[in-house]
């Protein structure tokens, strides 16, 4: 599945970026890569974007971002 | 002093790691504030002296990562690899010590002597985190240097090791080992690269090796602009990528961030020992009311709602007592140019004046920006800017904006009363290029305040029945349209434009420091006053030689002045030869006591109250007892007596007469000089076109007029619509009325929705030139809302006219027909393109 169908509260690890360019980049810089553990935090209150808690940080991400990022929820 | 060297320092750091506070803390006061060239990023420079160097320190853009996907990463990486300063220090959340990292190694790999900056120690401290600095420093190959920056601790400790480190000028042995897949592909190209040595000795190898595995663009120009074996060295680097991807199945750049961040893990494992993830508990209560799906948006209005009442409304308060202050400066100002004439001021006096009230208008503002500057000083330093773009993103993004293009129309007048210039200086903090443009160019499409005496006039006259209606109309039909041209413009002339992913960071919230806040607040002020004032007197010049020029014919002036010199004669015969006080009046004398009328009507006039106005009496009665007897019609005390004097009675009389002849005179002449104006000329050459938006020549003059400030448009069409001679005089709205007797509403309406849709003034302008960098999108700004306007107020004029609408009826219309086109635009997709 992927980042964006996390549901609040629900935690995952990283399997892959599938994005390229500046937006795999940005994720990645900011910590999003394999292996590392994301919990979904809320959704904003249009749904989109959404906040997850990743090493203590918040980081909000739009659904589009979310949806390049494959993951396995734990 | 000229025998000291110069020391290039850099600050480096992530957003969020307290880089200006140690900026501060080193440079103190002594700072410059400047753009980085050809961009809009700030720079800010500062020095101090360091034994017997002088340090120069730059504060570089506050960055993640490196790369050279947005231009604050690409200039602070092209500083540090074209300057090579001396030091770098890099300023670490201790707290977040994982997170930072990440950069720390990117600039390692740089090659410059680094200084890590441990900072925010008293956060990691409260959070339970035990550093071993020496063991961090051993593995990063570089001093480490604890501070709390917002207290100063430390501040002799980093001096110092930036000293120690420009001295040894060796750069950190610090490498990360980026594994068995691409190590051997990076040692080939380094290989290669180096074998250019003139290439080689300007810029850091391995660096260059990880661009070029990276795909880096701006790694790969350098490549191709300065290596001689560029050729070799691309085909290489695309080689090596190619079969990175055939046998690793993925980019090469996501096992470099994979590696980075392990190694940052790795470090901060051995390094730190802590509780760990315990941070943000109360960053997290706070997020869950305030990110929350129903009271979210209610706090965020109410904030929005705060920060318009706090700056516009209480700041414009402020600004009844500072108007004082600027108005006592332009009375001394007058007071040193050269005396007024008769009936028309000398150039001397009325140029130099006109460019004064231009100038204070705009001065006036400055409570607000004041106040404006720190309210958003506060919402940056909280934490709250970034859940504003969370919680309003997914509107904006429907029309190309982004989250953060709320706060910048609100400063602008998102409902009524707003100023496009902080509102466009506003837009700054936004990292979305694309979404940043939009912005910057709808921002102006707001209600600023001074367009609103201008509604306020019309609609007092033709729409007194629906008042408020009416104001909500414009109100809100600005955001509409505002809304609509993001859109356009976003899908049309910014198509090309680069747009940034929203992956956003939210800082945990902490308490802003009354000096950061109030540095920042005074710093943008003072960075405002100074670039728009010059401007703003040269355009002011400019305006009023348009206004004031050819001026009248030689005959219509001598007209004037005969009339004047009768009226002047009459007055002496009047008052009789006899008249004790005639000498007094005569000749030059005659301009003192002018002035001395004026004077004491003036003050009269604003005098509340019996003590005030004897208070005045005094006053006046101390600087010219003979003048004085005069204005107070002949009736004045001597030592307890009361006096009649029937000389000072009747000079009173007739020179009330006197004074009423010649200020019409003067308006009469005033009229008659706009309407004989370049811009006089203009506005009715135009006649013919605008007439199908419903405005004649004197409306065009005072639209034309409204472009120096938007003030100016209310007191413009003061001039034009005068009094009849021999009229009383009457409001300015009797007298609109009286004069376009052939009005409708429909007219007004055109009128109001141009002036909505007005451009931006010169200082907004200057500001959109300033945050875009380009006179392009300048000239864009000031002919878009031009064109605009006219297709809507002939759309409902013409079209209400043709329909036989109302204006009530035509006002409803247009607003249906632009919520649905809002609607459509808003349904339009537009899928992000990344390079």
């Not at chain 2, 850099?10 to 504030?33: C, D, E, W, Y």
């Not at chain 2, 759309?795 to 809002?822: D, E, K, P, R």
């Amino acid at each position: 599945m992927t980042l964006d169908a996390m549901k609040p509260g629900q935690e995952c690890e990283i399997l892959d970026i599938t994005a390229e360019g500046i937006v795999g980049q940005r994720l990645m810089d900011m910590g999003f890569i394999p292996g590392a553990r994301v919990k979904m935090v809320r959704n904003a209150p249009l749904v989109d974007p959404v906040e997850f808690l990743m090493k203590g940080c918040h980081i909000s991400l739009r659904h589009s971002e979310a949806k390049k990022v494959e993951v396995k929820p734990l | 002093m000229s025998d000291s060297k110069k020391l290039i320092v850099a600050v480096a750091g992530q957003p969020n790691s307290g880089k200006s506070t140690i900026f501060n803390m080193l440079t103190g006061a002594r700072q410059h504030v400047a753009n980085y060239p050809g961009v809009t990023v700030e720079k800010k420079t500062g020095s101090f002296r360091l034994k017997e160097d002088r340090v120069e320190l730059i504060d570089l853009p506050g960055t993640h990562s490196l790369t050279s996907y947005t231009q604050e990463e690409r200039i602070a990486r092209d500083f540090l690899l074209n300057e090579r300063p001396a030091v770098v220090v890099n300023v670490v959340d201790a707290s977040n010590l994982e997170r930072n990292l990440y950069l720390t190694f990117q600039l390692a790999e740089m090659e410059i002597p680094l200084v890590v900056n441990l900072n925010m120690m008293d956060v990691a401290e409260k959070r339970g985190q035990k550093i071993d600095i020496e063991n961090l420093s051993r593995q990063l190959g570089a001093p480490v240097v604890p501070t709390v920056g917002n207290r100063g601790k430390g501040k002799k400790e980093l001096k110092e090791a930036i000293l120690a480190t420009s001295k040894e000028q060796q750069a950190t042995s610090f490498q990360i080992d980026y594994g068995e897949t691409l190590e051997p592909a990076l040692n080939s190209l380094e290989k290669v690269l180096s074998e250019d040595t003139g290439f080689s000795a300007r810029y850091p190898l391995r660096w260059l090796a990880v661009k070029l595995m990276e795909n880096d663009k701006e790694a790969q120009r350098l490549v191709r602009e300065y290596s001689k074996k560029s050729g070799i060295i691309l085909r290489l680097a695309e080689e090596k990528r190619e079969a990175f991807a055939r046998d690793q199945g993925g980019s090469p750049e996501k096992i470099i961030a994979v590696r980075r961040h392990q190694e940052a893990q790795r470090i901060v494992e051995t390094c730190v020992t802590c509780r760990k993830d315990i941070p943000g508990t109360l960053t997290d209560r706070i997020d869950q009311v305030v990110c929350n799906r129903y009271m979210g948006p209610i706090i965020l209005a109410a904030t929005i709602y705060l920060i318009y009442e706090l700056a516009i409304v209480q700041g414009y308060n402020i600004t009844a007592y500072t108007w004082p202050v600027l108005a006592w400066s332009r009375d001394l100002i007058a007071s040193l140019l050269p005396s007024e004439g008769f009936i028309s001021d000398p150039f001397f006096r009325s140029m130099p004046l006109w460019v004064t009230d231009g100038t204070i208008a705009v001065l006036n503002y400055v409570p607000i920006f004041l106040i404006l500057f720190a309210l958003i000083a506060i919402l940056e330093d909280t934490g709250y800017m970034a859940r504003m773009a969370f919680i309003l993103d997914r509107i904006f993004r429907y029309f190309g904006l982004h989250g953060q293009s709320v706060l910048p129309m609100v400063i602008g007048g998102l409902y009524v009363g707003g100023c496009a210039i902080p509102g466009v200086m506003a837009c700054r903090a936004m990292k979305d290029e694309k979404a940043r443009i939009a912005t910057i160019m709808i921002v102006p499409l707001m209600n600023c305040l001074a367009k609103v005496p201008f509604y306020v006039l019309l609609i007092g006259i033709f729409f007194t029945a629906y008042k408020g209606v009416t104001m909500f109309f414009i109100a809100t039909i600005t955001i509409i349209i505002a809304l609509s041209v993001a859109k356009i413009l976003s899908l049309t002339v910014l198509r090309k434009k680069e747009s940034a992913p929203f992956v956003m960071d939210m800082p945990p919230y902490h308490l802003p420091t009354i000096r950061g806040v109030l540095g920042r607040c005074l710093e943008r002020t003072w960075l405002f006053v100074k670039k728009i004032i010059t401007i703003v007197i040269v355009v002011s010049v400019i305006v009023y030689v348009l206004i004031y020029f050819p001026g009248i014919s030689k005959e219509r002036k001598s007209c004037y002045m005969n009339q004047a010199d009768q009226a002047i004669q009459t007055f002496f015969k009047k008052i009789g030869k006899d008249n004790p006080y005639a000498p007094l009046l005569a000749g030059d004398k005659s301009t003192s006591f002018a002035t001395y009328w004026g004077d004491y009507k003036k003050a009269r006039m604003g005098a509340k109250g019996k003590e005030a106005k004897e208070s005045i009496d005094q006053n006046f009665r101390e600087k010219n007892f003979e003048f004085f007897k005069i204005v107070k019609r002949g009736k004045y005390t001597v030592e307890g007596k009361a006096i009649k004097d029937k000389y000072a009675a009747r000079i009173y009389k007739a020179y009330k007469k006197l004074d009423k002849k010649r200020n019409r005179l003067r308006r009469e002449q005033k009229e008659e000089t706009i309407i004989n104006s370049f811009m006089g000329r203009a506005g009715r050459f135009m006649e013919p076109l605008t007439k199908w938006a419903g405005f004649n020549w004197r409306i065009n003059i005072a639209l034309m007029s409204a472009f120096a400030a938007k003030e100016s448009s209310v007191a413009t069409l003061g001039g034009i619509y005068q009094s009849r001679p021999g009229e009383k005089e009457e409001t300015l709205e009797k007298r609109m009325k009286e004069k376009e007797k052939g009005w409708t509403a429909l007219h007004v309406l055109a009128i109001m929705l141009f002036m909505a849709m007005y451009p931006p003034c010169i200082p907004t302008l200057l500001m959109v030139r300033l945050e875009t960098g380009s006179t392009k999108w300048m000239l864009f700004a000031t002919f878009y809302p031009i064109v605009l306007g006219i297709i809507i107020a002939v759309l409902v004029f013409t079209g209400g006219n043709l329909l036989g609408l109302s204006g009530m009826q035509a006002m409803i219309a247009f607003y249906i027909l632009a919520l649905i086109f809002l609607v459509l635009m808003g349904l339009i997709k537009e899928e992000p393109e990344f390079t």
